[in-house]
């Protein structure tokens, strides 16, 4: 969301090169979906939204970057594992998180 791709991949590749094997990973992204309303409504107070990706762009990412996806879940998720399915979820459904590791030797 605030990054971006280009930057998004040297951070990874940072993070990469500075963990020892088995080192957990936790990334809050954003997948496509706002609104153009929303989109600008963000922009106007300053959190312009500079990218946004999809499960499959974030786990190529990771992969090329050394890390193996162990999850990647959004709200949708977490309302029917945690809430039965009870909450408002269609206001944050482009928020997700990745849970990747760097493999053991």
């Known amino acids: ?7 998004f991949r040297a951070t990874l590749s940072a993070i990469a090169g500075r963990s020892a094997p088995g080192s957990t ?3 809050n992204y ?3 979906g706002r609104s153009w309303l929303a989109r600008l409504m963000f922009r106007l107070i300053g959190e ?3 990218s946004a990706w999809s499960p499959e762009q974030v786990a190529a990412e990771l992969h ?3 890390f193996e996806v ?10 029917a594992k945690w809430a039965q ?3 408002r ?3 944050g459904a482009f928020m997700r998180v990745v849970v990747a590791t760097i493999p053991s030797v």
């Open 89 to 91: 979820a269609d206001r």
């Open 70 to 79: 162990r999850e990647d879940t959004g709200l949708k998720d977490w309302n």
């Open 48 to 50: 312009p939204m500079i």
């Open 25 to 27: 990973l936790i990334v």
């Open 85 to 87: 399915g009870q909450a």
């Open 30 to 32: 954003h997948s496509a």
């Open 1 to 7: 969301m605030y990054l971006t791709p280009e930057a």
């Open 64 to 66: 090329a970057a050394g």
